[in-house]
């Protein structure tokens, strides 16, 4: 296989040299420390084997925000060097390898472990769960996503980025086109963290349709929750497209096969269907359980019941199956005929009304709420008028005809930061806000939090605005620079101010939660936001196994009925008699171990070098075979440690 | 793995094959919590694995007449040898439900027996399957010489690749009955098993139409 890796550019290039010196430095810090302070020990217990649904979706939350510096770093980086014409900032093959790491990293690596984290931190507490279904399933999950953003990050510093965008088409991405290593990191990184993807669509379906409180009927679910349901049967049924279209391009790089190469009869747009009848819903698995924040959040700070909530489900579900009918979009300019084109723009079109169905019932919700402009709903407020522009933008580009026009243009660029950005990443950030007590037992600033607010708000639209206009005057995505005189240059430079503001607003998120780890106000009654669902019963942070014993729901919202008197409060606290032994899943340092193994086989693809693919492959055969023997896998809290912990929390009963 | 919603646990796990029962009416692959959600939880997994299948046949769909000059599937395939792969595969299947069928009636030895049938079944589909590849890369089509081939050695090979880890994996079930017998535990590994092994078999009953029949059409 002819991947070579570029070693020469360790050293040539200063921008490489210079992340090389900082990986080896933090590295070199972060053993240091580990060493120095005892902590190796402490790091392997209690997360590196973990099988708690908590500490997972902690460590997802924890490598969502690295990967939204790491990306957010690539923005700046282009919008640097596209904020003035004919600079030499980046040179073409540097902005094409940013603008793929960029988008990639984005999606499958911020937004996608962002939106795990929420499955995590909230779905069982939700739900009156002890766990996931699958515990030992979840710690996989989470560490071949980790190894798959690993190999994805490390591609940077040794052989060469992928740079045929996030969306790899072929024959550019093919060995003639794209021959050194980078796109082979792209295909396995992609591919690893998908298998871990498509198990955590399985494990919270289970987890949602059996594991739920007595009581909790589907029709009482917190509509989070919900979105998670509808996001998981989303990912099972997307994720397996994307496994092959990687698959197969893989497959025509490695062996020489022709799936959708130029010659012996192979067709690119079969790769470009297949990536996009997995990249649309995609869109919707990182949106969705966004809107099931936005449903939380802004119910809570209402104080009022959602509006519609069985509209609200309702539109969840139409979403997910009209998504799945829309992929051609991506691709109008294909030529597939006015008839293929009529369909899936009508398809697309038809998608905006369960949308506006969300976006009318939560300002329903609000309307004559009592409303506390706490920071996650300010981010959810925001929300409203950004996602509104976006979807309009969207009906525009879904406009078959005018699409040749905007097609692959800034208008696009525009759009879909417009709806990443202002749906999934303000709901993730609210998501982190509203949660964050529970995960860790204090809350975070409120002045900092607004001052990044503002920040990335302002920022936002100064950014994202102009580039429309650059759109509409003919400037192309995916261009390193552009000529002067066209125009172009105001609106440029305008937008890269709006990228630096965000930028700073990211800052202060970083400041803000490194401030309040030592001066936030701590959250002693588990319930700050004066919440309304399951898991606001709870202490902050939430016991190891969550309930001591679990409550049974007789409505809605149960948690608020019973602080307004309508059901028993007592209900939702322990009593001593009832406690029985906790059965809990042992903690496991395979899942770890078998996700290196797979990153061993990644690397060993990527470069070809077969010895390492026969040594992971090995390991990971191994390891599941010791699983399937393995029969002591669980244990028993015994009743005194659960009395111990609850009357220590002040929550148990006669 | 074990989960964690047992609220009404009485008593505590022995070391050894002590199995906690949550619901003795039920059959005996169905009477640990446990076991339930992973019986839930491999369907769904087949679901997704079927959809993988379905674009592995849709691509498949798309380039099989993307021979470029080269060896077509009515040149290729042989008659005799992939009839004969049907009907072992299909017995298999038979076979390893009489598995399920001996386990529900408690008889360990005979379950053993006949899931040792259905893996060596399987071990000779495969056989047939390697010898016909070989054949054909022999005479030149090979996955690289045309979009239909890749396709082709792709999808079947899928499907093989499926059937072998299906093998090792009942092998290893079989080792666990001899050490453990039937236990509510040896029992959802056996159903298990044998959901993988009836769902690859409704995927070749799909290859052997789309793929082979009228690949000779
Ligand atoms: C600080 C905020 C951000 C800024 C300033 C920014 C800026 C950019 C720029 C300049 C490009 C390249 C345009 C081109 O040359 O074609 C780009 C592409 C892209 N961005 Fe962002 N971005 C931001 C956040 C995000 C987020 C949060 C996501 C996803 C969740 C995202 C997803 C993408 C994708 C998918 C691409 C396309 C990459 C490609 O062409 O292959 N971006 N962004
Ligand atoms: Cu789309």
Redesign the pocket.
């Known amino acids: 296989m002819n991947t070579v890796p570029h070693w020469g550019i360790f050293i040539t290039e200063p921008m490489i040299l210079g992340s090389d010196v900082m990986i080896v430095l933090t590295s070199v810090a972060i053993v240091f420390a580990l060493t120095k302070f005892k902590k190796w020990g402490w790091l392997w217990r209690e997360w590196l084997t973990t099988v708690d649904h908590k500490k997972i979706g902690i460590m997802y939350m924890i490598a969502a925000l690295l990967m939204?510096f790491r990306?957010?770093v690539?923005?700046?980086l282009?919008?640097t060097q596209?904020a003035l014409p004919n600079l030499s900032f980046l040179d073409a093959e540097h902005?094409d390898e940013i603008?793929?790491t960029?988008?990639?990293i984005?999606?499958l690596f911020?937004?996608m472990p962002f939106v795990f984290a929420l499955f995590n931190i909230v779905v069982p507490l939700q739900i009156g769960a002890r766990d996931v279904a699958f515990p030992y399933l979840n710690a996989i999950s989470f560490w071949l996503f980790f190894f798959g953003a690993f190999l994805m990050n490390i591609s940077f510093v040794i052989g060469g980025s992928p740079d045929a965008?996030?969306?790899s088409y072929p024959p550019l991405s093919e060995l003639g086109f794209s021959n050194g290593p980078g796109q082979n990191y792209y295909l396995l990184a992609l591919q690893i963290s998908g298998i871990g993807s498509i198990a955590t669509g399985i494990n919270f379906l289970v987890t949602i349709l059996k594991m739920r409180a007595p009581g909790m009927t589907l029709w009482r679910m917190p509509l989070f929750t919900w979105s998670v349901l509808a996001t998981s049967i989303l990912i099972l049924f997307a994720f397996p497209a994307l496994t092959i279209a990687l698959a197969l391009l893989l497959l025509d790089r490695t062996l020489g096969t022709h799936f959708f190469t130029m010659l012996h009869g192979g067709n690119p747009m079969m790769f470009i269907n297949l990536f996009w009848i997995w990249g649309h819903p995609e869109v919707y698995i990182?949106i969705l359980p966004a809107f099931g924040v936005f449903s939380e959040v802004i119910s809570t700070f209402s104080r009022k019941a959602t509006f519609g909530y069985g509209s609200m489900v309702f539109a969840l579900v139409a979403i997910s199956i009209v998504g799945f009918l829309t992929w051609v979009h991506h691709f109008f300019t294909m030529g597939a005929g006015a008839d293929v084109n009529t369909f899936f723009a009508i398809a697309t079109m038809v998608i905006a009304i369960p949308t506006g169905v969300k976006v009318f019932n939560w300002l329903f919700t609000m309307y004559r709420g009592r409303i506390r402009m706490t920071l996650p709903m300010m981010w959810a407020v925001a929300f409203i008028p950004c996602f509104a522009i976006g979807g309009a933008t969207g009906v525009m580009l879904a406009v078959a005809p005018a699409d040749y026009q905007y097609h692959n243009s800034?208008f696009l660029?525009a759009h879909?930061?417009q709806v990443?950005?202002g749906g999934?990443?303000f709901g993730m950030i609210a998501g982190m806000y509203y949660w964050w007590p529970k995960m860790f037992g204090f809350l975070l600033d409120e002045r900092l939090g607004k001052w990044a607010f503002w920040f990335f708000n302002i920022?936002?639209y100064v950014?994202f605005l102009p580039q429309y206009a650059l759109g509409l005057m003919g400037m192309?995505?995916?261009?390193?620079t552009y000529p002067a005189g066209l125009g172009w240059t105001v609106p440029n430079f305008i937008s890269t101010i709006?990228?630096y503001l965000?930028?700073i607003g990211?800052l202060f998120i970083v400041w803000q939660v490194i401030y309040s780890v030592k001066y936030g106000e701590r959250d002693v009654t588990g319930d700050p936001w004066d919440g309304r669902t399951l898991e606001w019963s709870l202490p902050s942070p939430a016991p190891h196994y969550n309930f001591a014993t679990i409550p049974t729901i007789e409505g809605r919202d149960a948690w608020w009925m019973a602080k307004q008197g309508q059901l028993d409060k007592n209900a939702f606290l322990p009593k001593k008699s009832d406690i029985k032994p906790i059965h809990m899943p042992k903690n496991s340092g395979r899942p770890f171990i078998l996700s290196i193994c797979f990153f061993i086989i990644g690397i060993g693809l990527v470069f070809g070098v077969v010895p390492f693919d026969v040594i992971g492959g090995l390991g990971v055969a191994f390891c599941m075979f010791r699983r399937s023997f393995e029969y002591d896998t669980d244990y028993y809290i015994p009743v005194d440690e659960v009395i111990h912990t609850e009357s220590a929390l002040g929550r148990l009963q006669g | 793995m074990t989960t964690l919603a047992h609220n009404n646990v009485e008593h505590h796990h022995g070391a050894g094959d002590h199995v906690h029962v949550d619901y003795p009416e039920r059959p005996i692959e169905y009477q640990t919590q446990d076991g339930a959600l992973k019986i839930l939880g491999f369907w769904v997994f087949l679901a997704t694995d079927l959809i993988l299948f379905a674009c592995l046949f849709a691509t498949f769909i798309v380039l099989r007449t993307h021979t470029d000059g080269g060896p077509t599937g009515k040149e290729l395939f042989d008659v005799p040898i992939f009839t004969a792969e049907t009907l072992i595969l299909l017995t298999s299947s038979f076979t390893g439900g009489l598995a399920t069928f001996e386990m529900h009636r408690g008889h360990r030895n005979r379950v053993i027996g006949w899931l040792i049938i259905t893996a060596l079944l399987g071990l000779s589909f495969v056989g047939l399957e390697v010898n016909e590849f070989v054949h054909m890369a022999m005479e030149g089509a090979t996955m690289q010489r045309s979009a239909f081939l890749s396709a082709f050695f792709t999808l079947v090979g899928t499907h093989g690749c499926h059937v072998s880890l299906g093998i090792l994996w009942m092998t290893g079930i079989i080792i666990q009955l001899f050490q453990r017998g039937i236990t509510p535990i040896t029992a959802r590994k056996v159903y298990i098993v044998n959901m993988y092994w009836h769902f690859l078999d409704v995927v070749w009953v799909f290859l052997f139409t789309i793929v082979y029949l009228m690949g000779v059409m």
């Open positions: 939204l990306g957010g690539d923005a700046e282009m919008r596209l902005y603008f793929t960029h988008g990639t984005m999606i911020m937004a965008g996030w969306t990182v800034y660029i879909f930061h990443l950005i999934t990443v920022g936002f950014c192309t995505r995916r261009i390193y709006g990228a965000m930028g990211f």
